[in-house]
């Protein structure tokens, strides 16, 4: 199995790359694979099912709304976020789903899509079963898949529900544990991010054509930072939360910055911020390698740009390439998915992977990169997922906010030492997915453990700490 680049970092809309990305993704499929084999005309009803945590916070993170515009033919990376609104009112007020934008059929929420909040199926808590019927009510195809993480989705046939579609690629430097790749770069002189490149060549790329692309990730990152910037008002959901973005950076410009030397760190909030606010709103994002941790990498990666001398996109390329580097050590030997792990793997893995590229970029070695990564994840080992309402709004938008200060932390605390220190990577990964595996299921994105319950939805209305959360 070879994950490269464009495998972690994908763009697509909010809130959530498993419960929303990874539904579109699928139901998109479903219907392509009808199509291609002459079945979708002769398709008179589709059915979706939603088990486990899919069922359970599916609802607040518009998991019926991707499943719709998938079935309709829209991709997450290609749909138009600006359209989507007018586009759901006109299905549910007619009755029907245009399967693949031009086979209407009969489709209403809540009888053909159905979240199915006590049952999971085996191998992954976000699976998904969509049925396509034929006019005399028999089965022409029955599809079962599972959103594992990122908007990868595998189906029932993959080998292990958390992985990803196995290839035959071949790499010149191919790894799986931290050990490995920074004996290659001991063994090549290569950096991380050059070595990350190189692999990158070899599903067929040229390095113009990987260049292009990831500026292209950068140029999606930052303009979501500039719309959450400039986007006012109160997120959608019952919690009735405001976004801050726009207000906290109206004030940071009117402040004299010589007076505060963390005042770069609150403008590092504020990116987050935005990216987040702007996830939980729907809007067009670059996962990374989530939704729900989406903001760290922007906010890092803006840091960098905007702050540190002689940036520019040589550094916004080698950043996301080491980022990658560790982001498939994650995805390769624990998970990036919080259904499965806790926000450990979201959160956590976003944290690691940033503040890996941060310090390449700052001129570290293949060492204290793989430093500044294990102190990312390690101090954010157990992080649960319970957010309230089943909305990726609280704790998530703050806790992309402290993950990137920490992110940067992790760099410059990696920086100063010679890159040897007492846990590896792989050790801090390979605890990432025991302690998920020991965790309760009711922290793993299901609402229904920690500030889940402890603050309901209600208390939105009266209580000023959950409104400005």
Known sequence: MSIGVFDLFKIGIGPSSSHTGGPMAAAHRFVRGLRQDGLLESVARVEAILYGSLGLTGKGHGSDKAVLLGLSGEKPELVDVDSVDARLLAMRESGTVPLAGTHPVP???????????????PGHPNGMRFTAFGADGGVLREKVYFSVGGGFVVDETAAGADRIKADDTVLPYPFTTAEELLKHCANTGLSISGLMLENEKAFGRTETEIRAGILELWRVMTECVRRGIASEGVLPGGLRVRRRAHGLHRRLLAEAPEKDPLHAMDWVSLFALAVNEENAAGGRIVTAPTNGAAGIIPAVLTYYTRFVPGAGDDGVVRFLLTAAAIGVLFKENASISGAEVGCQGEVGSACSMA?????????????????AAEIGIEHNLGLTCDPIGGLVQIPCIERNAVASIKAITAARIALRGDGRHFVSLDKAIQTVRTTGRDMSTKYKETSRGGLAVNVIESDAHVGVNVIEC
């Open 355 to 371: 503040s890996a590229g941060l310090t390449e970029v700052l001129g570290g070695t293949p060492e204290q990169v793989e430093n």
């Open 107 to 121: 489709f209403v929420v809540g009888e053909d899509l159905v979240f199915e909040r006590r049952i999971s199926l």
